[in-house]
């Protein structure tokens, strides 16, 4: 399965974007969704993921209550919804797919697919 991300940009203290994770190739209600990100100087951190049915999610605690990440399995399209953006929320935020359709894992190895990642930088 092949991902791309998009949606990011440049916003400022307090603001929300949405981004999106397109997948093409093989069928996309097969995979667990999840979101990661990195930061200049730090290791790939995990941010959300949902099942291949929407219904389960988990958070990491730095966003949890201010992320939300949704799916459209119909647009092979995953979500992450970020209000209340903070300055440390700055990274590259990338999409990847774990063949484990039911997990729910925040583990990177755990993930065979990753997308190239789209900027987000949150301004003070």
Same mark, same amino acid.
């Given at each position: &399965?092949?991902?791309?991300?998009? +949606?990011? +940009?440049?916003? #400022? ?12 190739? $093989?069928?996309?209600?097969? *995979? ?21 049915? +929407?219904?389960?999610?988990?958070? !990491?605690?730095? &966003?949890?209550?201010?992320? =939300? ?9 995953? *979500?992450? #919804? ?8 700055? !990274? ?16 990177? $190895? #755990?993930? !065979?697919?990753?997308?190239? +990642?789209?900027?987000? =930088?949150?301004?003070?």
């Amino acid at each position: &399965v092949q991902l791309q991300a998009s +949606g990011g +940009g440049l916003v #400022q203290a307090g603001d929300s974007l949405r981004l999106s994770c397109a997948a093409s190739g $093989r069928a996309f209600s097969n *995979y667990a969704m999840g979101w990661f990100r990195q930061a200049p100087g730090k290791e790939r951190e995990f941010v959300a993921v949902i099942s291949w049915s +929407g219904i389960s999610k988990y958070y !990491a605690d730095s &966003v949890k209550g201010r992320f =939300t990440i949704s799916r459209d399995n119909a647009k092979n399209t995953v *979500y992450l #919804q970020m209000n209340s953006l903070k300055p440390e929320d700055t !990274a590259i935020y990338y999409c990847a797919a774990d063949r484990n359709s039911g997990s729910l894992s925040d583990y990177a $190895r #755990q993930y !065979a697919y990753w997308g190239r +990642g789209t900027q987000v =930088t949150v301004s003070s």
